[in-house]
């Protein structure tokens, strides 16, 4: 049940557009952007970054590589963060297949601990790059963002005061973060609330929040976006009894393809192998090579 409101909580804030905080007492009102504003906020950072070059302040490369020739970074440093991004993106598409329960807990054990380094590098690099153009048009970006979709009433007429910003911010990106979320967005979506609407109108789903594409809020597209690929995956694909009326093992199946099972049979004795001689251990990458 507890799931079940969560979900519907995540449904209603997108379906009307604003979320609501309450913090120290005090209610503030977060007012969802829309395609049309992401859009022009891209292009505001894009101009200040531009201002910022013209007005001397080095970019996030020019300071990486004074960094690198004063020996304070490298260029390992710099191909191991790529490296790890790489394989945490492939691993995490490489665990959505995985069947074997004991595997998928020893992979996924692996993928965390690549995040946690990642992340660990991420910090370090900030710290170079905390004065950049980039930077700049970034923190930029962000002030006028606060300042269009903070507000103290439902009305969105009294903006919130700048010096309020910083404390409402981190509790705005956390629920940007969970509007954003794929896993929660599946099961948002399948709320018959939704998705049983969304079956009539697949047609025309912009019907449903009765505006066009630039007044789209973004996750408004996002749950277009997954109940269209969702609907789809039930129409056309053969879905395993066990895992049907699931949104999120729906979304992430796929099909074996003819002599799969040969292969995965294969894979599964590999990674087994490479279990026993660490110790039974298993690092992400061992599923990618």
């Known amino acids: 049940m507890k799931n079940e409101d969560s979900s519907s909580l995540i449904l209603l804030d997108i379906i009307r557009g604003y979320s609501i905080f ?25 101009i200040e970054f531009a201002k910022a070059k013209k007005a ?25 963060i790529k490296s790890l991004k790489w394989t945490i993106n492939h691993s995490t598409k490489a665990l959505a297949k995985m069947v074997d329960q004991g595997q998928r807990k020893a992979f996924s054990e692996g993928i965390d601990r690549e995040r ?7 910090f370090e690099r900030r710290k170079i790059c905390s004065y950049s153009a980039e930077h ?21 007429k009294k903006p919130i005061k700048e010096k309020k ?6 509790v705005v990106f956390s629920k940007f ?6 896993n929660k967005l599946l099961k948002a979506v399948y709320l018959t609330y939704f998705f049983d609407v969304f079956v009539c109108q697949s047609s025309n789903p912009l019907a449903l929040f009765q505006t066009d594409f630039m007044n789209l809020t973004v996750f408004q597209k996002n749950i277009l976006s997954f109940a269209n690929a969702l609907f789809s995956k039930m129409k056309n694909t053969r879905i395993p009894d066990e895992i049907y009326g699931d949104p999120i093992k729906m979304y992430d199946y796929e099909e ?15 990674l087994r192998e ?16």
């Open 22 to 46: 309450d913090i120290s007492g005090e209610t503030y009102y977060f007012k969802h952007f829309t395609v049309g504003e992401m859009l022009g906020l891209d292009e505001f950072e894009k």
């Open 56 to 80: 001397g302040i080095q970019t996030e490369e020019q300071l990486i590589d004074s960094a690198i020739k004063m020996e304070v970074w490298s260029l390992e440093k710099e191909e191991k």
């Open 116 to 122: 946690k380094e990642l992340e660990k590098r991420n």
């Open 136 to 156: 700049l048009a970034d923190q930029k970006r962000f002030l006028k963002m606060a300042a269009s979709s903070l507000f103290y009433d439902d009305k969105f």
């Open 165 to 170: 910003v910083e404390l409402v911010a981190t």
């Open 177 to 182: 973060g969970e509007l954003s979320d794929k």
């Open 256 to 270: 074996p393809k003819d002599n799969e099972g040969a292969k995965v049979t294969h894979g599964v004795e590999d």
């Open 274 to 289: 490479k279990m026993k001689s660490r110790g039974g251990e298993l690092k992400a990458e061992d599923l990618l090579s």
